[in-house]
């Protein structure tokens, strides 16, 4: 599995407007093009009290794939590049421009269950 990381910051007043966006918006529409090989998305937002208030909102998109040709299906090439709608451009203040990438090594679940993938 390949795990794609990818992170947005918003200024505070459009932190919630940008989070509507991608949960209600962005995501389902990821979703909805039916990638083959894409496992699962999750929006993650930055806990306000690790915030320096002048920074922002900090956005995490974490991604699941069985390889990276599966990436590479979802960027439409290049699996490093980062795909940022025009309206999310609209509201973020800055984004990576390049997305990271890491291959999945082992599981752990609560119970000790391990489930090792590498």
Do not use: K
Not at 40 to 56: A, H, K, M, S, W
Not at 88 to 104: E, I, K
């Amino acid at each position: 599995m390949i795990l794609r990381l990818w992170s947005g910051w918003t200024e505070p007043a459009h932190a919630d407007a940008y989070e509507r966006l991608l949960t209600r918006d962005i995501a389902p529409a990821i979703l909805a093009r039916g990638v083959d090989g894409l496992r699962e998305l999750r929006v993650l937002r930055r806990c306000p009290q690790e915030l320096d208030p002048t920074e922002g909102s900090e956005f995490l998109t974490a991604m699941t794939f069985t390889d990276l040709a599966a990436v590479s299906a979802f960027t439409g090439g290049d699996p490093s590049t980062s795909v940022v709608p025009p309206a999310a451009r609209d509201l973020l203040g800055r984004f990576d421009r390049q997305s990271r990438h890491y291959v999945s090594r082992a599981v752990f679940r609560d119970g000790g269950g391990r489930t090792s993938l590498g």
